[in-house]
């Protein structure tokens, strides 16, 4: 079974500050792996995924992530955040022999001060 | 127009009592999932559902079953309720084919079991 692993659980930044949050998996099989924010009070959203191709990927708002297969790692980043990117921040991975379902990081909680 | 939408959107109950929860998608999505998310934010696939075939996490008990009468709704039928059922429920839905294809989610909908 495939297994996620988010290494920050807060982060607290000031605006302009450039943001990473790290994001592991455990699976031997091929992957896609994906980016999903979660402002307050809200249902979650897509930032970014990765399936094939190009390992770095851009996704909406200014983030990107890198996926570097020998590491197992889907690192988030952004260059310069704004207050408004406060929310939670899950890295979430699916296989092909797991019916599409996602399986879930234990979320970063990232808080902008302006 | 909402793609995923889930009612109710907050639901207080008593323990023992029997619940259900809906979804409906108007994406035309073949598959739908239910996820839940407890307390500390972390989330976890329950089922994943297509016309065809019904996918279960091994960890949720038999007391939650999810029903769908067409392709466009899945609800979660949840019975003799306990107090650690108490979470927020996603409902999201994904297209036909490519498990690389995002998963869209509802607004959720957060159960409170006293």
């Known amino acids: 079974a495939q297994s996620v692993s988010q290494h920050n659980h807060h982060v607290i930044l000031s605006e302009a500050a450039s943001l990473e949050l790290g994001c592991n998996y455990s699976?031997?099989?091929?992957?896609?792996l994906f980016w999903y924010v979660q402002y307050p009070g809200q249902h979650l959203q897509l930032l970014l995924k990765?399936?094939?191709?190009?390992?770095l990927v851009k996704g909406i708002k200014g983030f990107e992530a890198e996926f570097i297969k020998s590491k197992f790692s889907f690192n988030l980043r952004k260059p310069s955040v704004q207050w408004s990117d406060t929310a939670e921040y899950f890295c979430?991975?699916?296989?092909?022999?797991?019916?599409?379902?996602?399986?879930f990081g234990g979320g970063t909680r990232l808080m902008v001060k302006p | 127009d909402t793609a995923v939408s889930q009612t109710p959107k907050y639901l207080v109950t008593q323990m023992g009592n029997d619940k259900s929860i809906k979804c409906e998608q108007n994406?035309?999505?073949?598959?739908m999932y239910w996820y839940k998310q407890d307390s500390k934010k972390f989330l976890k696939i329950m089922f994943s559902?297509?016309?065809?075939?019904?996918?279960i996490n091994e960890t949720v008990p038999n007391r939650f079953s999810p029903k769908s009468p067409d392709k466009a709704h899945l609800n979660l039928h949840i019975n003799s309720l306990e107090l650690g059922d108490s979470a927020v429920y996603f409902c999201?839905?994904?297209?036909?084919?490519?498990?690389?294809?995002?998963?869209?989610f509802g607004p959720g909908t957060r159960l409170t079991v006293l």
């Open positions: 979430a991975v699916n296989a092909r022999n797991a019916g599409n379902m996602l399986t």
């Open positions: 559902y297509n016309n065809k075939e019904l996918i």
């Open positions: 699976y031997g099989g091929t992957v896609n």
């Open positions: 999201a839905s994904s297209p036909p084919g490519d498990f690389s294809d995002e998963q869209f």
């Open positions: 990765y399936f094939s191709g190009d390992p």
């Open positions: 994406l035309g999505h073949d598959t």
